[in-house]
Structures are given as structure tokens and as C-alpha cells.
């Protein structure tokens, strides 16, 4: 099982990487990079992406005027690792690629959730490929 809580240095470096934006693309195209994600963990992440999530990011990913689709190339996992999701759901976080405000942090997902979550985009994003970013 994936460990997502982060100690604090470690959190804080993450940030800095997501934040400066290293390693991310600036177009779309297919999602090559991931890999079939467990079929059972990807339909208990939709539960609990429905649950958590699709009220910013959308039931089908895509975004809403709250805030960015999930299968923009900008999450892509070489940019927003997995981690990364996680560390936004426990901690928020301060926006930096959208004018959506600051990501709260979503309360009451445990590590096994939050792999369940991050299975369910991964495998959305394999299917689907990514968009292109900016928007």
C-alpha cells in the first residue's frame, strides 16, 4: 500500500517542485505514460472521487467553474505525481497553475482513499489521454 503522508521538509519540497512547475508539458496528447491501474481500486476511487472531488474537478474529471480538469497534460504524473494529490487533499494547496483560488484541504480521506483516488484518475487519464494546457 502507497504511503502519502509526507514529513514536513519533504512536503514542503514537493510543493516547491509543483509550484515552479518542473517537469510538465505544455500540451495534450495521449496518457502513454501510466499504467492499468487495479480495476478494483479504480471503481472505489470513483466513489470517492464523486464523494470528494467532482464538485470542483468535475464527475467526469473535466473541471467546473470551481476549479481545473484532472486530465489536463498539467497532471500529468511526470508534473503531479501522485503525491501530489494526495498532498493537495490533505494539506490544500495555494493556487499556482489556475485562477480557481486556493484548493482547500478535503477533510476525512484516509491513505487507502486517497490511493483509491489517485488509481481512478490515472486510469481516466490512460484512457482519455490529456488536454491541453492552457485550456
Known amino acids: 500500500m502507497k504511503r502519502f503522508l509526507v514529513p ?11 509550484a515552479l512547475g518542473l517537469n510538465g ?3 495534450g496528447g495521449q496518457a502513454s505514460d501510466i499504467e492499468v491501474q487495479n480495476a478494483a481500486l479504480v471503481t472505489e476511487g470513483d466513489v470517492l472521487y ?21 486530465l489536463s497534460t498539467i497532471y500529468n504524473p511526470g508534473h503531479h505525481g501522485d503525491g501530489a494529490f ?11 497553475h489556475w485562477n480557481f483560488g486556493n484548493m482547500p484541504r478535503i477533510p476525512g480521506l ?9 488509481a481512478f484518475v490515472r486510469e481516466n487519464q490512460r484512457i482519455e ?7
Not at 86 to 95: D, E, P, R, S
Not at 110 to 118: F, G, K, M, N, P
Request: glycine letters at 12%.
Open 8 to 18: 514536513g521538509a519533504i512536503a514542503i519540497g514537493v510543493l516547491l517542485v509543483i
Open 25 to 27: 508539458g505544455s500540451s
Open 50 to 70: 464523486q464523494a470528494s472531488c467532482a464538485v470542483c474537478h468535475g464527475s467526469d474529471l473535466r473541471g467546473t467553474e470551481r476549479g481545473p480538469s484532472h
Open 86 to 96: 494526495a498532498i493537495a487533499a490533505v494539506n490544500g494547496v495555494k493556487a499556482h
Open 110 to 118: 484516509s491513505d487507502a482513499d486517497l490511493e483509491r483516488i489517485v
Open 129 to 135: 489521454g490529456y488536454e491541453p494546457y492552457p485550456p
